[in-house]
């Protein structure tokens, strides 16, 4: 269908927790690190892709990621927090 789907994998913070519709082949799952040390954030679902297990094999997710922990971005009342 021409389409990509770009999705989050999800906050439920353990390996195995990868959500539905980015634990699919065809979906690219995006996670959260950390901004100082650059590790996978402590909320953010990882793991296998479950579905695919009793195949015999299960990919590892996030597909990529990008700073979710500690952003500074502008504030309603100005500047930033």
């Known amino acids: ?17 990868i959500n539905n519709p980015a634990d699919q ?18 909320f953010q ?7 695919e297990l009793h195949n015999g094999y299960g990919r590892v997710k996030p597909d990529i990621v990008t700073v979710g922990q500690s952003l500074y971005g502008s504030s309603i009342e100005g500047g930033c927090r």
Do not use: E, F, H, P
């Not at 269908?1 to 927790?17: E, H, Q, S």
């Open 25 to 42: 082949l065809s979906v690219i799952g995006v996670g959260g690190i950390t901004q100082n040390n650059l590790q996978i954030a402590s």
């Open 1 to 17: 269908n021409n389409v990509i789907m770009i999705t989050a994998c999800g906050n439920d913070g353990k390996y195995g927790t």
């Open 45 to 51: 679902s990882r793991g296998m892709t479950t579905w």
